[in-house]
């Protein structure tokens, strides 16, 4: 299934669904990336270390008004609702499952108390 995508603008109101292919219409807002830390020389080798810096999110203008939006994940909610079923229909499952070992286990209860001897081991046993 195809990941869905948003765009929407916290100024006007403006919005967009997609799947993330149909910004070429958009103006895109020139970003760099963000540097993590300092570069250092690394003591060991003596070289220079540069961290590796941060990726920023495109941005793209907005038609309306200019202010700047970008693309939000929408998660599946049919996705949501199925694991949901899924988890209720187990749940149901085991309970039905532990009733009816409960039943079977009273069963056996009553077939030990229906025995003649009471359902203890026979006491004619002789001690010394």
Not at 35 to 62: A, F, Q, T
Not at 65 to 91: D, T, W, Y
Not at 98 to 125: F, I, M, V, W, Y
Request: net charge positive; aromatic share 6%; glycine share 4%.
């Amino acid at each position: 299934m195809e990941e869905i995508y948003q765009l929407f603008c916290n100024k006007c109101g403006w919005k967009r669904v997609s799947d993330h292919s149909d910004a070429h219409d958009l103006f895109e807002i020139k970003t760099v990336d963000v540097p993590k830390g300092i570069p250092h020389i690394d003591p060991v080798n003596g070289s220079m270390c540069i961290p590796k810096s941060l990726k920023r999110k495109k941005k793209y203008r907005c038609p309306n008004c200019g202010f700047a939006v970008s693309f939000h994940k929408i998660e599946n909610p049919q996705e949501e609702v199925k694991q949901n079923m899924n988890l209720q229909r187990r749940i149901q499952k085991r309970i039905e499952n532990d009733e009816k070992e409960r039943l079977k286990q009273l069963e056996r209860d009553q077939k030990k108390r229906d025995r003649p001897n009471g359902g203890e081991a026979s006491t004619d046993r002789r001690t010394l």
